[in-house]
């Protein structure tokens, strides 16, 4: 969905190294989610914030972590990244207490080498 | 726990045939469904979705899912495939149909419809 904005679209990182993945909603939405999409694992959900406040996390390393500066964005750091770590990342957002569609982001692919 | 199954990883069609792509879940309890479409370096996007009252929900694109209870399922279809329908289809769920809930992902059908 072109309202929910992913930067960068591709991003090459050296093992060890941090990134960080930028989301910004335009839909004026109030939930926010991260997923990542890998050849190993199906689509997989990692966070989920509302109103700005973390609602669920099903990432188990804390080196993935959510900021939330704006109510509309959320964005995703990630630190010593690993090869392991490559996959492509999808922000995701819905207005919550409503009909529940999920509106995506096109992803980060991310390849760590 | 709520799972969602789908047995199907590659389903291949010619242009005009009708598909359906199965999805099963397993969870006692009141539970939101939905299909989600994605093209090739896409991300996804919503189809259809199921919470409650009439079991056959009609989506975009002539895609339509019927809601069983008996089965666990919530299988997608299609009367006639277009070229452009080729993509991925996840089927996803959540619990409750409350706010906040995130949505759990099936692995996915590679929906392939030859000319």
């Known amino acids: 969905d072109p309202k929910i904005i992913q930067k960068p679209k591709y991003l090459v990182a050296v093992t060890g190294s941090e990134k960080i993945l930028i989301c910004e909603q335009y839909?004026?939405?109030?939930?926010m989610y991260w997923y990542r999409q890998s050849a190993k694992k199906p689509l997989e959900f990692m966070f989920s914030?509302?109103?700005?406040?973390?609602?669920d996390n099903q990432t188990a390393s804390s080196r993935f972590q959510p900021q939330s500066s704006k109510k509309n964005h959320l964005d995703l750091q990630i630190t010593a990244l690993k090869p392991d770590d490559s996959a492509t990342y999808f922000c995701?957002?819905?207005?919550?207490?409503?009909?529940?569609?999920?509106?995506f982001g096109h992803g980060t692919k991310l390849s760590v080498l | 726990t709520q799972t969602v199954s789908q047995s199907d990883a590659h389903v291949t069609v010619f242009e005009g045939d009708s598909v359906e792509l199965r999805c099963n879940y397993s969870?006692?309890?009141?539970?939101?469904l939905s299909w989600y479409i994605q093209h090739h370096g896409r991300g996804l996007q919503f189809l259809l979705k199921?919470?409650?009252?009439?079991?056959v929900v009609q989506g975009v694109n002539g895609f339509e899912a019927e809601f069983s209870k008996s089965d666990s399922s919530f299988h997608l279809r299609k009367a006639s495939v277009h070229w452009s329908d080729s993509a991925v289809y996840f089927c996803?769920?959540?619990?409750?149909?409350?706010?906040?809930?995130?949505?759990?992902f099936g692995t996915g059908t590679l929906l392939s419809v030859k000319p």
């Open positions: 995701a957002s819905r207005q919550q207490g409503t009909n529940e569609r999920l509106f």
């Open positions: 839909l004026g939405h109030n939930a």
């Open positions: 914030y509302s109103y700005q406040k973390l609602m």
């Open positions: 969870y006692g309890g009141s539970i939101y």
């Open positions: 199921y919470y409650s009252g009439n079991p």
């Open positions: 996803a769920a959540s619990i409750g149909g409350g706010s906040g809930n995130k949505l759990i």
